[in-house]
Every structure is written in C-alpha cells, then in structure tokens.
C-alpha cells in the first residue's frame, strides 16, 4: 500500500508562484511514475504533470509553466508552478502507478487527499 500525503496548496495572486510537495510512503517509488493530477470546481479530474524513469508528461495547459520534479531518495515529489492563472485553481492530487508516466495518465494507483490552490484575479 502506498499513502500520499500533499502540501502546500494555498491562495496566490494572478502571475504568482507555488510549489507542492508529496510526500509518499508505504513503499519505496523508485519504480512508480508519480504525478499530479487537479479538479476545479464542478469538473472532472484532470492530469496535470507526471514523473516516471521514462521521463516527463504535461498537459498542454501547463507545459512551460510547470515543473515537476522528484527525490527518490526522500519518495517526494514536487510540482513548481509559475506563472499561475485562475484557471489553475483547483484541488490538486497527488498520484502514483508502479508504471511508466502513460500509464500514470490514464489509471493511477494511488491517490492523495489533495491540497486546494486558489489563484486569484
């Protein structure tokens, strides 16, 4: 069993920045993609950033904006987010998949609690 736990989602003005952590344990993620996933309001979940030995994945709308980033040593993962948008705001997951990023993308294992972002306009 895998748990993940995020950290911190907060308010943040238009243009601003933020970086979430996930701290996983349960296991060793050296071989799990591990990613991030969001909901905003009223919509359905949505794949944001993920990580895997493979390499990186972006959605369109965060690609040159957004960095995803992991320690295997410390099974954390962080999302650098810049340049932010109020249509960023949404409660961000954290997720893993003992697979590759794909894989990540399209059936996550595990899941977080979330951590809420609001960006303000």
């Known amino acids: 069993q895998v748990q993940l736990v995020e950290s911190g989602g907060t308010l943040v003005q238009t243009g601003g920045s933020l970086r979430l952590s996930c701290a996983a344990s349960?296991?060793?993620?050296?071989?799990?993609?591990m990613g991030w996933f969001r909901q905003a309001p009223g919509k359905e979940r949505k794949f944001v950033a993920g990580?895997?030995?493979?390499?990186?994945l972006y959605a369109d709308s965060v690609k040159d904006r957004f960095t995803i980033s992991r320690d295997n040593a410390k099974n954390t993962v962080w999302l650098q987010m810049n340049s932010l948008k109020p249509e960023d705001t949404g409660v961000y997951y954290c997720?893993?998949?003992?697979?590759?990023?794909?894989?990540?993308?399209?059936?996550?294992?595990?899941w977080g609690q979330g951590t809420q972002v609001t960006v303000s306009s």
């Open positions: 997720a893993a998949e003992q697979g590759i990023v794909r894989s990540l993308r399209d059936h996550p294992d595990y």
């Open positions: 349960g296991r060793t993620l050296r071989a799990y993609a």
């Open positions: 990580i895997s030995t493979t390499g990186t």
